[in-house]
């Protein structure tokens, strides 16, 4: 079947406006998770929903960035007044479940973020 | 929080030979450690994990070891081929119940294999 889908795939903004990044999980996952990741580095985690409920938000680096999940399907990220700071590729993530195998991440190919 | 390490950052092996990539991580509750190669521009891909509750495991020309003593684990990829050119990441993943779990990632190991 189809794996998680990222859009756009590139977004070039300019310092100060607002963006929003979709995510669709695989179908009928019920983790979904944003990670960031800065050139060259390891990705980081920004935020987990589990469904609809956003349980973890502790990686999101200021009030400028907001995530939701509302039907507990498809994600967006959205980051308001962006920075140069922001420029990083924006990965999703989704899981089955949350034990043993069904925890087994499964990326998008990510959003690349660039902000002038 | 958990702390990731990976070492070498740049390893380059000429076609055939082997390639060792090791990790260390810091917080004994991690129990899911999966390794994921992402070429260039492209998504990370799951090339194999394991649990805690082994030491080793294998997938063809891939393996993986455990130490849990020494909170360290590694990848190795035996009779290296172009394609196997990428970057890899070590992650691990704490055990918690009834939520699933964030993974922390190490900082990348570019691999080129040469011919």
């Known amino acids: 079947g189809a794996g998680v889908s990222q859009s756009p795939r590139y977004k070039v903004a300019k310092r100060g406006q607002d963006v929003a990044l979709r995510c669709d999980p695989i179908s009928g996952h019920v983790s979904l998770f944003w990670y960031q990741q800065a050139l060259g580095q390891g990705p980081e985690f920004l935020t987990y929903?589990?469904?609809?409920?956003?349980?973890?938000k502790s990686g999101l680096p200021s009030d400028r960035f907001f995530a939701e999940r509302p039907e507990g399907s498809v994600s967006t990220l959205k980051i308001q007044r962006t920075q140069q700071e922001d420029s990083a590729v924006y990965l999703c993530a989704s899981s089955l479940g949350l034990a043993g195998d069904k925890n087994i991440q499964y990326f998008g190919a990510g959003t690349r973020l660039s902000v002038l | 929080g958990e702390n990731v390490e990976q070492h070498p950052s740049t390893l380059s092996v000429q076609e055939g030979d082997s390639a060792v990539i090791k990790c260390t991580y810091s917080d004994s509750a991690s129990n899911y450690f999966p390794w994921y190669k992402q070429e260039l521009g492209k998504r990370p891909q799951l090339i194999i994990d394991i649990r805690s509750n082994v030491g080793e495991k294998k997938d063809q020309r891939i393996a993986v070891t455990l130490n849990k003593t020494a909170k360290h684990f590694s990848l190795h990829i035996t009779e290296t081929q172009p394609e196997d050119s990428a970057v890899y990441f070590c992650a691990a993943m704490k055990k918690t119940t009834g939520t699933a779990s964030k993974l922390t990632f190490g900082t990348g190991t570019r691999l080129q294999v040469t011919l």
């Open positions: 929903f589990q469904n609809e409920a956003q349980l973890d």
